[in-house]
Every structure is written in C-alpha cells, then in structure tokens.
C-alpha cells in the first residue's frame, strides 16, 4: 500500500504522461498567455538554462556532442518517441510550419534536434524515417539522436527535462529553444498557437 | 490559415446531419431529435481532425469538439472505430495524459478535445490512412446515445484546424 502510494506520488511528481507528453509544471493555457518573463509568446524561463553539454550517437552512427555541435545555431530541442501518436507529430509539424515562416538564410542557422526516449523501438534507421517526414522543403538541419538509457537520462538530466518512463512513452512534451547565445530563455508547449509562439521568438534569438 | 465562417456553419451542418442522420438502427432516444429545424440532437461534435500516422507510428490520434446541447451533463463512454483494432480515450487529467475510460462534458458546454487536452487513440490501424480521407467513428455517450463522427484526415503538415496561426504562416 504505502509503495503503491510513493509510486503514485512519484508519478505526479514529475508530471509525465500517460501515453505520451505532459506539461511539466504550469498548465499551457497559463504558460501561453504571454505573461512570462521576457519577450517571448512561449514559456519564459528564468533563470536562462545554458545549452546543455551531451554526447548521443545520430542516425548516421556517428557520435553527436550537442553542446559543440550546435553551439551558436538557434536551436530546437525535443526528447520524445517515434511511436508518439499526439504530442510529438504535432509539435514537429509545428515546428515545420514554424519555420516555413522565417526566411532562408534564418532557417539555415536553425538545428532542429530529436533525442528518442524509446531506447528499445526507437534505431537509427526508425529515427531518420521519422525525421524524414518533417524535414520538407526547409533548409534548417534536423538531427536524430539516441544512446543506452543512461545517456538518454543524462542528456535528459542536463536539459533540465524530466526523465521519461514507461519505455520513454511517458516524456515531457516541453520543445526548448536555445539562441545564439547559447541558453534557453524560452520554452514551448504543445497548444493552439505553439506555431505562433516558435515563429514569433525564434528570430528573437537568432542572429539579426 | 482561418477557419471562414461558410466552413464553420458547414462543418456544423454536417455534425448536426450525423448526430441526426447518421445513427441509422442505432438506439430509438435518437429519434428524439426530430425533423423539426429546431431540433438540436442532445451532442455536436464538430471540428473532427487527425493527421496521418507517420511511419513507423502505428496509431493516429483523433481531435474533435463535442457540444453538449442538453441542461444535464453526458458522459462519453466508449469510443468505436474501424480504422484500428482499438480505440481509447486520452485526456490530460491534473497535467498529465492519462488512458481514461470516460470523459463528463458539462451541461451546456464544450469540451474540445485538441493537441494540449486530449484525444481518441486508435491503435493497431487496419491499412493506410491519407490525408483528404475521413475515419468514422462513433461516440457512446451516456446520456445521448451513440454519436456518429467523420474526421478529416488533414496533410501532416498542414496546421491543425482551429489553431491561431500568424499572417505570414498561412499557405
């Protein structure tokens, strides 16, 4: 009884979801309301989180350090699974017509990143599929990328994102944005109007 | 990409057709709505949408808004479909999507059920499903009786029907 009662509150502790995304702390009407900090349709964050430092492999099989790699690109990073029926299609089709909504030479500064938290489903060549049906007709760089568990926790860890359950089914369903200047002041949830949010604040934080 | 008001009356049209029309050889309380132009069927379900499963996802989640007519609150109890071997409700309950086995839409009310609240799973999906398609399903409510429902399957891409979009996001 009291274990089932820990595992209970532990389940809402973290906030995660049931099937597939959750919001970690606010509810997205509030988070959307554009009372957060700053100037951002999003969620502000304060304080900024730095870009996180991780190393998960892409869907070429080669090592990706995130930190290094994406180091002064605006940059949109989502942990989900490709298995996802809700949350995951539709925040990468918001990001997609997100950026359909910058111009070229902004989308090209753009990386788009995926980390699965399905270690088990979720190879290279499934990512990449994936992946394949939202990098349309842009020029921003989408990359794939997954590990053991304990990388997938420590990339988790690192970007402040609750760690996911259930075979990586239960995640937070936050997109984070780091700028140019390599923090994140501004995070996004699923909600009507996540395509406003990202075109409005990515170019807030991309280069002029 | 705005809804225009001609598809919104439409759209509603058409739910009010299927709420009406569509229950053929279902239970007898729905004949209760009548012929008459000013009989509302007791639920409306409107704005029915969902993307196409993007491989290897092999299961597509469903958005609609139900419209309770009624002075009593309904309670949607099971969910049919054809397109897949199952169908079940989500709902964000306290933050999080949760498998729930029914949802209460207050009297007089709307309860949509979109991206950030919840939705209709349909899992182990029978064959393939294209955008400009639609799925049936049918809603058993408590109160109302089963409701028939066409979703649109809209592109992958496309923005969800409904949503606030800026001026230059429109294609």
Same mark, same amino acid.
């Given at each position: ?9 532990? !389940? ?7 099937c597939s ?18 100037? =951002? ?39 989900? =699974? /490709?298995?996802?029926p809700d ?13 359909? /909504? ?75 944005? =780091? ?19 990202? !075109? ?9 | ?49 969902l ?9 597509v989640a469903v958005y609609f ?17 054809? !397109?897949?071997?199952?169908?079940g409700l989500h709902y ?5 999507m ?15 059920l979109a991206p950030?609240t919840g939705h209709v799973m349909i899992?182990?999906? =029978? ?42 996001? /429109?294609?």
């Open positions: 009884m009291n274990r089932l009662v820990l595992t209970l509150l532990a !389940a809402a502790t973290v906030l995660l979801a049931g995304g959750s919001h970690p702390s606010a509810k997205p009407s509030e988070l959307n309301d554009h009372t957060g900090a700053g100037p =951002y349709f999003g969620a502000g964050l304060v304080p900024p989180q730095p870009r996180p430092s991780f190393t998960l492999t892409d869907t070429a099989g080669k090592a990706f350090s995130f930190g290094a790699q994406t180091a002064g690109h605006p940059t949109l990073l989502y942990f989900g =699974y /490709t298995q996802c949350v995951c299609p539709e925040t990468f089709a918001d990001v997609h017509q997100a950026l359909a /909504t910058l111009p070229p030479s902004m989308q090209k500064q753009v990386y788009v990143v995926f980390v699965t938290t399905d270690v088990k489903h979720d190879t290279a060549t499934v990512i990449k599929k994936w992946l394949s049906n939202f990098d349309l007709g842009g020029s921003a760089t989408y990359v794939g990328l997954r590990g053991t568990q304990a990388q997938i926790n420590a990339a988790q860890a690192a970007a402040h994102i609750p760690l996911a359950e259930d075979g990586g089914q239960t995640h937070s369903a936050q997109l984070l944005l =780091y700028g140019t200047d390599d923090y994140a002041r501004v995070t996004f949830l699923q909600s009507t109007n996540e395509v406003q949010a990202i !075109a409005h604040d990515l170019p807030l934080v991309a280069k002029a | 990409m705005r809804l225009p008001w001609p598809a919104v009356v439409a759209g509603l049209l058409a739910a009010l057709v299927g709420g009406a029309g569509l229950i053929r050889g279902a239970t007898p309380q729905s004949a209760a709505a009548g012929p008459g132009p000013s009989a509302a069927p007791p639920i409306v379900v409107t704005n029915a949408w993307r196409p499963p993007v491989p290897p996802t092999d299961s808004t139900i419209y309770n007519t009624t002075g009593q609150p309904d309670t949607l109890e099971s969910v049919v479909s054809g !397109a897949g071997a199952s169908a964000v309950i306290d933050g999080q949760t498998a729930t086995t029914s949802i209460t839409v207050p009297a007089k009310a709307n309860l949509a950030a899992s182990g999906l =029978y064959g393939p499903i294209v955008a400009g398609q639609t799925i049936n399903l049918e809603l058993n409510f408590a109160n109302a009786g089963p409701v028939d429902v066409a979703a649109k399957v809209i592109p992958l891409l496309a923005p969800a029907p409904g949503t606030v979009t800026t001026s230059g996001a /429109t294609k």
